[in-house]
């Protein structure tokens, strides 16, 4: 979604990119409360949600009207979840470099993940800032790491 091209110190070309992740990566070091409930679970939420505000309003008296703020809250209930799922998806953050023949630097690819949009935003900075004054994207406590 994001691809920069930096100039490092050393002054090779490196292209740095994120990416949303769509579906959730295996990685085996996943804690408890990481572990995606899968489709079914989405499913079943969403569908006891429409149930109990179709109940909610089914059961209504006929000469009742529905004050505003009950629709306000109804669509702020629907929407919060899938826009909370957005913001918390993993991004993939990559940077590559051809490396330079002239002073006989490799190519490097560097590859990480981290949640969130604004997690990614700013580890994206980081790396850029990282690459400009030290030739390299990773950092002490960095997602990145190198890919052989």
Known sequence: MGTKTVIGADQ??????????WSTPATGDEFEH???GG??????????LFVLWVVVFA???????????????????????PVRWYLRRPWTINAKTQGS????????????????????REEM??????????????HADSPLQPVN
């Open 59 to 81: 059961w209504k008296p006929a000469g009742v009207n529905v004050p505003w703020f009950y629709i306000l809250v109804f669509i702020l209930v629907l929407g919060f979840f």
């Open 125 to 138: 900075r980081v790396v850029v800032r990282s690459l400009k004054t030290r030739a390299t994207p990773g």
């Open 101 to 120: 023949y002239e002073d006989g630097l490799p190519a490097e690819n560097w590859t990480g993940m981290v949640r969130g949009i604004g997690k990614a």
């Open 39 to 48: 489709r079914g679970a989405v499913l079943m939420i969403l569908s006891s």
């Open 12 to 21: 090779r070309e490196w292209q740095v990119k994120r990416n949303i992740e």
């Open 34 to 36: 990481d572990v995606d």
